[in-house]
């Protein structure tokens, strides 16, 4: 007779090993990846009122999405482009 797991308390997926080369390499792509987004964030600065205007964003929006959490920063600035560009649409 088959029995399942929920009965003999064993998870039913095995636990992955730890493997601290693949744990390091994943926090090295991590911080990278802060880096690069860092640096975008940088280069937005430098750019003038009516380059970022272009863009469809201010330079409040890119301090704004320099000061949230870096999961969120990415989607902050596409979704202030997208409110700009609905609104630019409607004035037209």
């Given at each position: ?49 009516a ?11 890119v301090?704004?999405s ?27």
């Amino acid at each position: 007779m088959a029995y399942s797991s929920a009965y003999d308390g064993r998870p039913d997926v095995a636990a992955r090993p730890f493997d601290p080369l693949r744990t390091f390499a994943a926090w090295i792509a991590r911080a990278r990846a802060r880096r690069a987004q860092r640096a975008a964030f940088s280069t937005l600065l430098e750019c003038d009122a009516a380059t970022l205007n272009d863009l469809g964003i201010t330079r409040a929006g890119v301090l704004e999405s320099l000061r949230r959490p870096r999961h969120e920063a990415g989607r902050t600035l596409p979704r202030r482009r997208a409110e700009s560009s609905r609104a630019w649409l409607t004035r037209s």
